[in-house]
């Protein structure tokens, strides 16, 4: 079939198209969606933007830095006259779902914008653009976000050869105060349990061995198998028993509901990885609350001790943002003070954005940019030394 690609003819199987992701590991996986799904519309995939005829941009909302880092980006490249070549520009992803027609103000010349909510549009938006001529599409669903995202749709194509990204939940319910994700990604739902077993059957049969299930917050899944309920450890449990899989990690964990008991599963689990990504946010009681983040730092603090006293060979890694509003020098000593406590093996340190609509863009951004890049830099600097450290023992 010939069709019109913003002028130039060309057939449907010559169409390549490249994705650049931005954010997290869900975001990741959303890419690996849609490029599986149009590979199975005819189009090629493509990691050279300069040969495809479709560039997407999977973007990622969370902080201010990683949002105009990807809108600008994609100026510069239909700035720069990329779109005399007739490619097709679009965006899809947390920016996406976010500002919506926002993007087409300052980006005139973009063909289509996509939410995440919308992502299994994406086959349908392209066609209207070649067969029909349409322009400055727009798929974004405000409502039911979270139930949109539970298709059943696995195309085949994954990133690298022996691990996959696994959903096991989307959107998220927690609502901590600078966070954007539950407004973009909607409300939290679990995907079925069998929905997931038979995915990892099929992955496993196409020789991948490393599975990592991903969720905003996995220790809140709540799956249903038949009529049962099942929890994240019921669900580990009945993944470790498929033959074939050699590592199941999972990402990320809330400290409000981490518990003992998944810790204990970990250790007796064997092919589960021994490693927690427990994001901590704060050292300081007064910001947790302001954070509306569920737990103190003493309960932060015993969490870890009870991970480290179950699982001996476990790894914990952390998220920490500085400058949250109102954060004192005291504030930050005492985040300091536990990260020099607590050791972790890993450490993500965030300078504070505002995220309108989150809770916490209503308060002022009242610590100095400057502050904020020193306390950014002191609480690296502190990681990494404890990081090196830490490695370096390994080998002793
Ligand atoms: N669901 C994950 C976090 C996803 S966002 C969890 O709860 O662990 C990844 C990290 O980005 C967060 O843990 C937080 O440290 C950081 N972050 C989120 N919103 C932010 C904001 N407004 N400013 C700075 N950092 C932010
Ligand atoms: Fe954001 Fe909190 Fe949900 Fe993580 S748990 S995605 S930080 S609202
Ligand atoms: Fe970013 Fe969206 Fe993930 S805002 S962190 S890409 S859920």
């Known amino acids: 079939m010939k069709t019109t690609v913003n002028g130039s003819r060309l057939t449907a199987h010559e169409l390549k198209v490249y994705i650049r992701t931005f954010g997290c590991q869900m975001n990741t996986r959303d890419s690996e969606i849609v490029i599986g799904m149009l590979e199975e519309h005819g189009y090629k995939h493509t990691d050279d933007p300069k040969e495809a005829d479709i560039v997407i941009f999977n973007t990622c909302s969370v902080r201010e830095h990683a949002e105009q880092r990807a809108l600008s980006a994609l100026g510069y490249l239909l700035r720069r006259g990329a779109k005399h070549k007739k490619r097709i520009f679009g965006v899809m992803g947390c920016v996406a779902q976010h500002k919506q027609e926002k993007i087409f103000k300052s980006l005139p010349k973009l063909d289509f914008i996509c939410g995440s909510s919308d992502i299994y549009n994406i086959p349908l938006i392209l066609s209207q653009i070649i067969n029909e001529g349409k322009v400055n599409v727009v798929s974004v669903s405000k409502k039911d976000r979270g139930k949109r995202s539970i298709k059943n749709i696995n195309p085949s194509y994954r990133e690298k050869e022996k691990e996959a990204l696994v959903n096991i939940m989307y959107g998220c319910n927690n609502?901590?105060?600078?966070?954007?994700?539950?407004?973009?990604?909607?409300?939290?739902?679990?995907?079925?349990?069998?929905?997931?077993?038979?995915?990892i059957t099929d992955l496993v049969s196409k020789d991948i061995t490393h599975i990592t299930l991903l969720g905003q917050n996995v220790n809140s899944y709540n799956g249903k198998d038949g009529k049962e309920d099942i929890d994240l450890i019921g669900l580990l449990k009945q993944l470790n028993k498929i033959e074939g899989i050699k590592k199941i990690s999972f990402m990320t964990s809330h400290p409000k509901d981490a518990k003992p008991s998944l810790f204990k599963a970990m250790r007796d689990l064997n092919k589960v990885d021994k490693h927690l990504h427990l994001a901590m946010q704060s050292g300081s009681d007064k910001i947790l609350k302001l954070m509306n983040r569920g737990y103190t730092s003493a309960k932060f603090i015993k969490l870890v001790e009870d991970f480290r006293e179950i699982v001996h060979d476990g790894k914990i890694s952390t998220d920490i943002i500085v400058g949250f509003p109102t954060e004192t020098e005291e504030d930050f000593n005492q985040t300091k003070e536990v990260v020099e406590k607590l050791r972790f093996d890993n450490a993500y340190i965030f300078k504070y954005s505002p995220r309108p609509p989150a809770k916490s863009s209503e308060m002022a951004d009242d610590v100095l940019i400057d502050v904020k890049k020193r306390r950014h830099s002191e609480l690296l600097e502190l990681q990494r030394e404890i990081s090196r450290e830490k490695k370096g023992k390994k080998f002793n």
């Open 175 to 199: 609502f901590c105060s600078y966070c954007i994700v539950p407004y973009v990604r909607g409300e939290e739902v679990s995907r079925p349990v069998k929905d997931i077993v038979e995915e």
